[in-house]
């Protein structure tokens, strides 16, 4: 079991930055792939970013590249998203998931996270 609590969400304005948290307890942090997800009001959840459980590879979808950062921190047990240039379409609860190891499919794909977080609330404003 492994349990996830997501922080840093706000209200800010369009060009801002914002930085998210989530913090891991429980099961070994650094032997799992770590992802943020996000789901906007009437929209299905959607991939953002992900990164394994070393921290040298990443992965983020194409509505993000270039603006945000995933990264980890295994000594923290700690994984973040760094958000810059946020525009309104960002606007969204923002989810942490662990991915245990060898678990199949795609890291982009949702079904493979065993673990979530209860959210935290980022608001754009245009």
């Known amino acids: 079991q492994v349990q996830l609590v997501e922080s840093g969400g706000g209200l800010v304005q369009a060009g801002d930055s914002l930085t998210l948290s989530c913090a891991a307890s429980g099961r070994t942090f650094s032997s799992n792939g770590m992802g943020w997800f996000r789901q906007a009001p009437g929209k299905e959840r959607e991939y953002v970013a992900a990164?394994?459980?070393?921290?040298?590879?990443?992965g983020y979808a194409d509505s993000v590249k270039g603006r945000f950062t995933i990264s980890r921190d295994n000594a923290k047990n700690t994984v973040y998203l760094q958000m810059n240039n946020l525009v309104p379409d960002d606007t969204a609860v923002y989810y942490c998931?662990?991915?245990?190891?060898?678990?199949?499919?795609?890291?982009?794909?949702?079904?493979?996270?065993?673990?979530w977080g209860q959210g935290t609330q980022v608001t754009v404003s245009p």
């Open positions: 998931a662990a991915r245990p190891p060898h678990e199949l499919g795609i890291r982009s794909s949702s079904s493979g996270y065993a673990y």
């Open positions: 990164i394994s459980r070393s921290g040298v590879s990443t």
